[in-house]
T-cell receptor, first 114, second 112 residues
């Protein structure tokens, strides 16, 4: 059974700092990995999707990397802003017998202080 | 921008009532999903569908049922709501192949 872990559980940084969020998964037979942000009481907003054959994806100040063999992904946020404060979730979509099923991590709650 | 809608956004209901949570998407996505999320906790997949007339149970056991009669519509039904069903229910959809999931705003259900 796929297990997804996100470290740290919470992170507080001053505005302007660069930061890295970590996601690890136990079963490397994945189809893709997706990073989301979730604001309190709201749905999820897709940030970046990395297919299993890709190593990284970039969107604006965000860069996500994937090392499938070691079961790790990182989300790098450059020049953080107070508006980046949210919970960040990674989700791994399974391949093979787990095709079509996504497993989510617990999330990292980020606070960016002005 | 994702066009996936959920109604109602909030629902407070008494024990024993039958409820249906609606989810619709206008993107023509073939795959749709229902997740359950308790406050501050991780999301758990409870149902998914690969297309019309296809439904599968997810990893988390749920007393709810789903149907997929039309591509754009994936309602979730609880025949008899209980306080243990109190949670947030999130609907998502994705297109086959790329499989990037887009989420609706969620329905926050409280069963008294």
């Amino acid at each position: 059974k796929q297990e997804v872990t996100q470290i740290p559980a919470a992170l507080s940084v001053p505005e302007g700092e660069n930061l890295v969020l970590n996601c690890s998964f136990t079963d490397s037979a994945i189809y893709n990995l997706q990073w989301f942000r979730q604001d309190p009481g709201k749905g999820l907003t897709s940030l970046l999707l990395i297919q299993s054959s890709q190593r990284e994806q970039t969107s604006g100040r965000l860069n996500a990397s994937l090392d499938k063999s070691s079961g790790r992904s990182t989300l790098y946020i450059a020049a953080s802003q107070p508006g980046d404060s949210a919970t960040y979730l990674c989700a791994v979509m399974g391949g093979g017998t787990n095709a079509g099923k996504s497993t989510f991590g617990d999330g990292t709650t980020l606070t960016v202080k002005p | 921008e994702a066009d996936i809608y959920q109604t109602p956004r909030y629902l407070v209901i008494g024990t024993g009532k039958k409820i249906t949570l609606e989810c619709s998407q206008t993107m023509g996505h073939d795959k749709m999903y229902w997740y359950q999320q308790d406050p501050g906790m991780e999301l758990h997949l409870i149902h998914y569908s690969y297309g019309v007339n296809s439904t599968e149970k997810g990893d988390l056991s749920s007393e709810s049922t789903v149907s997929r009669i039309r591509t754009e519509h994936f309602p979730l039904t609880l025949e008899s709501a209980r306080p243990s069903h109190t949670s947030q229910y999130l609907c998502a959809s994705s297109r086959g192949g790329y499989n990037e999931q887009f989420f609706g705003p969620g329905t926050r259900l409280t069963v008294l």
